[in-house]
């Protein structure tokens, strides 16, 4: 069975960097052809793509958000870590991450939001 | 980023209609288009991979279909459980991934 658990400060100040950890079970990122991505949404909004890792340790980032966010792996604890520099406000949603394309297998979220 | 562009962002229809959305692309890409179906609270279900691929366990109502920069997502005959919203997503292997901003299909 495959699960994803998003985990991280539930509230961020503005400017502050957030880091949020996605651990996950029943699969391997060594495996070839898998690939983790994170995902967010801002209350009742769309799905706003932001980053991927796959096996090979390639990196792929939403060209608007390039500058401020990092994704990396740790295979040996099955996480895959986000942070992303400088928070506003309008950064305030949930976060998800997920193994798609193969496969669609999602955590259930983490609610962020960034207020002074 | 290949953007996706959905419409309508708002469809009303009835149980029993025939549902079609359409997902254009800023620019022609492989087949690699997926539609997805979230409720509110849920994360997004898998309805749809390849632009034509039924996912396993999705019912038969649901197709895709499309080559290039259009797309289209449809429901032949809608039913109670289908009243969600939908995106679609481009994933082309070899660039960083888009959705499209979404279909509320609502009740008439």
């Known amino acids: 069975q495959v699960t994803l658990k998003e985990s991280g400060p539930a509230l961020v100040k503005p400017t502050q960097t957030l880091t949020l950890t996605c651990t996950f079970s029943g699969f391997s990122l060594s495996t070839s052809g898998l690939r983790v991505s994170w995902i967010r949404q801002p209350a009742g909004r769309a799905l706003e793509w932001l980053a991927r890792?796959?096996?090979?340790?390639?990196?792929f980032y939403s060209t608007s958000l390039k500058s401020r966010l990092t994704i990396s792996k740790d295979t040996s604890k099955n996480q895959v870590v986000l942070t992303m520099t400088n928070m506003d406000p309008m950064d305030t949603a949930t976060y998800f991450c997920a193994r798609m394309h193969p496969y669609s297998d999602w955590g259930q979220g983490t609610l962020v939001t960034v207020s002074s | 980023d290949i953007q996706m562009t959905q419409s309508p962002s708002t469809l009303s229809a009835s149980v029993g209609d025939r549902v079609t959305i359409t997902c254009r692309a800023s620019?022609?890409?492989?087949?690699?288009l997926a539609w997805y179906q979230q409720k509110p609270g849920n994360a997004p279900k898998l309805l749809i991979y390849?632009?034509?691929s039924l996912e396993s366990g999705v019912p038969s109502r649901f197709s895709g279909s499309g080559s290039g920069t259009e797309f289209t997502l449809t429901i032949s005959s809608l039913q109670p459980d289908d009243f969600a919203t939908y995106y679609c997503q481009q994933y082309n292997l070899s660039s960083p991934w888009t959705f499209g901003q979404g279909t509320k299909v609502e009740i008439k």
């Open positions: 890792i796959d096996w090979n340790d390639d990196k």
């Open positions: 620019q022609s890409f492989s087949n690699c």
């Open positions: 390849k632009a034509s």
